[in-house]
């Protein structure tokens, strides 16, 4: 043993103490939550409304009003962000364009989430005057989750061998036939996903509907977008501090913490496995 | 760009088919949320197509959404204040208050801490940051945590004015978004000092005596408690009809049953 | 025809590219266009260098000076946490991990980015916070220290994935003529892989800066909220993204109050926007080597 193997044997034992630091701390972070929470989790408590002051009874309004806004923004950014992920890669003309484009979506993809909320109030609630709804939060988590796709569907069309570009130009596709037939549906598993990544983190986010569509109490299921509606994590944060029965809210808050988290986990987790097979079976 | 089209689409569908259930939609003070929540279950159960939304937000939140008409009712733990009259002179013309609840802003502290009573100069003196430990004040020998709502909060603003008065909060306390973290914290805080709405006192606190009386349903009543304080309901002229239903729903025998039941006194 | 679909379809590609520009211009203008009337009332000069802020006393104090130094303590304690961790779990994973421990690690990392913050948030004020106080015998267990930890863990995703892609892009040649040399792999890491990809190391430490110092809900939770420059860790601070959250909701819009908080937001606009710039020189400079 010398002085540059004892080095090496300490240097790598170290890494090993960070990573083992990083897991042993989620995995403490995931047993209270669980623990806490899960003997919370029933059939009744995923489809009913809550009840005796919010002490009782389920958070069904909650994982419809989840459900929504996910789907809607996602729906509203998705698009975008395809189009512009085409545009930064088939098109990306002129120069300065593009650099522009690049710069407000690096931007955008690291504005803190409290100034989307600011934004979403300003111009959504108040300008546009939809008032705390639906349409709000969905418009303001659309612009919050379009540089996550664009930044997915970008590296997916990447990913296209330039061959089958080429190939189908000499074919005698015209550039848009090629990206619409060709490119997008070679790209296409990888770019849901990179959404379904992102589905994940806007349904997990707290700060940008606090002031655009969550609302502490609602019996229905939202009639239209110009509803308010019940939002799973606001729901967490308005038990634990706007509740007046901390002895019974708290399990429902962290029940409501285990079904949020089990479902952004299980999201992501099934589009990470699915990226993975495709990623194996690819054979270019 | 199919997809886009098909996603327009559904979203007009979905603006268009918002039913004819009638809605009421509140929002404002912390304070006044577990009333209305109770309060809203079960008038929803006796007039079932009937839906009521409720939002906290905050008693500005609830006054200038009334005054602009953005919601039916505006939940306040504060009388509407001037300022806010004259920034919206030609909308407030036809606001209207009604007091639905009294409510006592209850001084709390850890269960373990064996002082029982302070005077509002004492509490004046924690508060602004001159009596640092518990031991000044006979009690164990502990740093005092000074807990807060955050200054914006009704709470804040008549704490302020019956015990602050002219000193300002110290820098050190904590400033909290609502009277459950508040409570949750000094729950597990041994040193720690706060105050809540009396609805939000519960067993794993300790409540103190300000000035000799404890608040109750007597003391606030009679007023002998110094920290009480009502609660309002703000519409407007045009969002009566249901609206004022429902505050007609919160003033009737059953509804001031709720009132007590979550912990506040009943104004009638 | 068909030339008018070809066009058709690049100008719909070229309008949803604007739209990226039209909503960071949109929350550009939306934040100045609230923000700057404060500067009617306060000197910008006094907002930021002033320590006291009640913005509900008559008069009122708006100094942010101990919202921004609450911020960056709670920041930067978040890095201290997260570049070891982060960095670490990244060097191990690209370079002493198995291929099939890294198949296992890495979707993992991935998977922990997307945990929402509120519940990081609850565990913090239920379960952290609480500890804290049994452990350390502090007063109070809302404080820089807990809140750092919270944050740390939540940006380790962010350092440990980008850094790993850094990591991945030296080339194999490098690596081979420093064994080659007789040097280990602790050696090569040290002295070849990492300082070859330094600069995606700092891009990735500038983003989780980003990440940590714009964070609100655990930072609403958990930081305490008291507006004062803190002595020690185990102080209570009020960074700027709680003060929006905690405020925006109870000022009267119109209000100095409620323009201040959009001031706020303009600060903190400016240091993420900073920290942006740095990470783009650090990319930019990486591309050119």
């Known amino acids: 043993m010398n002085i540059r193997k004892i080095k090496a044997f300490i240097g790598v034992n170290v890494l090993r103490l960070f990573i083992a630091i990083t897991f042993i701390f989620l995995l403490v972070f995931l047993y209270v939550i669980f623990a806490k929470g899960g003997k919370m989790i029933s059939w009744e408590f995923l489809t009913q409304s809550p009840r005796r002051f919010m002490t009782e009874g389920g958070i069904y309004p909650a994982i419809v009003g989840t459900f929504w806004l996910t789907i809607l923004s996602i729906g509203f950014a998705l698009p975008l962000g395809v189009l512009t992920a085409i545009f930064l890669t088939s098109y990306a003309k002129p120069a300065w364009l593009v650099r522009i484009v690049r710069v407000a979506i690096n931007t955008l993809a690291g504005v803190p989430s409290i100034i989307y909320g600011l934004f979403g109030l300003t111009v959504f609630v108040q300008l546009f005057k939809f008032d705390v709804s639906i349409l709000s939060g969905t418009l303001t988590l659309g612009v919050l989750a379009m540089p996550m796709i664009i930044n997915a569907s970008e590296e997916a069309i990447k990913s296209v061998p330039r061959d089958f570009r080429e190939a189908s130009l000499a074919l005698g596709a015209t550039e848009r036939q090629t990206i619409l037939r060709v490119i997008l549906p070679t790209a296409l598993p990888n770019i849901l996903t990179g959404t379904i990544i992102s589905i994940g983190r806007v349904a997990g986010e707290t700060a940008p509907i606090l002031f655009t569509a969550a609302t502490f109490y609602t019996r229905l299921r939202p009639t239209s977008v110009f509803d308010e509606v019940m939002v799973l994590p606001d729901h967490i944060y308005a038990l634990m501090t706007e509740g007046s029965h901390a002895a019974k809210q708290m399990p429902i808050a962290y029940g409501t913490a285990v079904v949020l988290l089990a479902l952004v986990l299980f999201v992501s987790g099934v589009a990470i496995i699915i990226r993975y097979k495709i990623r194996k079976k690819r054979k270019w | 760009m199919k997809t886009l089209i098909i996603f327009l689409f559904i979203f007009l569908i979905l603006v268009s088919c918002s039913t004819g259930k009638v809605k009421i939609k509140i929002a404002g003070s912390t304070t006044v949320l577990p009333i209305v929540q109770a309060a809203a279950e079960e008038y929803m159960l006796k007039h079932p197509d009937i839906n009521i939304s409720i939002r906290g937000g905050g008693s500005s939140i609830g006054i200038l959404s009334a005054i602009n008409k953005i919601i039916d009712i505006g939940n306040a733990s504060r009388k509407v204040s001037s300022s806010e009259l004259d920034i919206t002179k030609e909308n407030s013309q036809d606001l209207i208050e009604t007091e639905i609840a009294l409510d006592a802003i209850s001084i709390i502290i850890h269960p373990d801490n064996t002082v029982d009573e302070l005077n509002l100069d004492q509490l004046q003196d924690i508060y602004s940051g001159k009596i640092k430990n518990w031991k000044e004040l006979g009690g164990p020998d502990f740093k005092i945590v000074v807990v807060s709502r955050d200054t914006p909060s009704g709470s804040f603003a008549v704490f302020n004015e019956i015990v602050l008065i002219k000193e300002r909060v110290t820098s050190e306390a904590l400033m909290l978004a609502s009277n459950n973290a508040v409570a949750t914290n000094i729950s597990y805080t041994p040193g720690a000092i706060g105050y809540v709405g009396i609805g939000y006192v519960n067993d794993k606190l300790k409540l103190l005596k300000i000035n000799g009386i404890y608040p109750s349903k007597r003391s606030v009543k009679k007023n002998k408690y110094v920290l009480t304080r009502k609660l309002y309901m703000y519409t407007s002229e045009t969002s009566k009809g249901l609206a004022q239903d429902f505050i007609d729903f919160i003033l009737s025998e059953r509804g001031q049953q709720i009132v007590e039941e979550q912990g506040y006194i009943r104004i009638k | ?289």
Do not use: C
């Not at chain 3, 330094?198 to 609100?216: P, Q």
């Open chain 3, 1 to 289: 025809m068909n030339k008018f679909k070809e066009n058709a379809f690049k100008s719909v590609t070229y309008i949803a590219s604007l739209f990226t520009i039209l909503f960071l211009f949109g929350i550009i203008a939306s934040i100045f266009l609230e923000g700057l009337p404060l500067f009617n009332f306060v000197k910008i000069k006094d907002f930021i260098f002033n320590t006291a802020w009640h913005p509900t006393h008559d008069p009122p104090d708006f100094g942010i000076l101990s919202l921004i130094i609450g911020s960056l303590y709670v920041t930067l304690g978040a890095l201290i946490i997260a570049l070891p961790l982060g960095l670490g779990s990244a060097i191990y994973i690209s370079e002493i991990a198995s291929p099939r421990g890294r198949e296992i690690l890495k979707p993992i990392i991935e998977l922990l980015a997307g945990i929402p913050s509120v519940v990081y948030g609850l565990f913090g004020m239920t379960f952290l916070s609480p500890m804290m106080i049994k452990v350390f015998g502090i007063p109070t267990g809302l404080n820089v220290f807990s809140a750092s930890i919270i944050l740390g863990i939540m940006v380790v995703p962010i350092i440990s994935s980008l850094s790993e892609d850094a990591l991945s892009t030296v080339p194999k040649n490098l690596r081979e003529a420093s064994f080659a040399l007789g040097a280990n792999k602790w050696e090569t890491i040290i002295k070849v892989v990492v300082p070859a990809s330094k600069s995606g190391i700092l891009s990735s430490v500038m983003l989780g800066f980003g990440r940590a110092v714009g964070e609100t809900m655990v930072i609403l939770m958990v930081a305490g909220g008291a507006a004062q420059i803190p002595s020690n860790i185990f102080q209570p601070v009020r960074p700027m993204p709680a003060t929006i959250a905690a405020e925006m909701g109870e000022t009267v819009i119109g209000s100095p109050h409620f323009h201040a908080l959009f001031g706020i937001a303009i600060v903190l606009f400016l240091i993420t926007f900073l920290s942006i710039l740095i990470t783009e020189f650090f990319i930019n400079r990486k591309k050119s080597q």
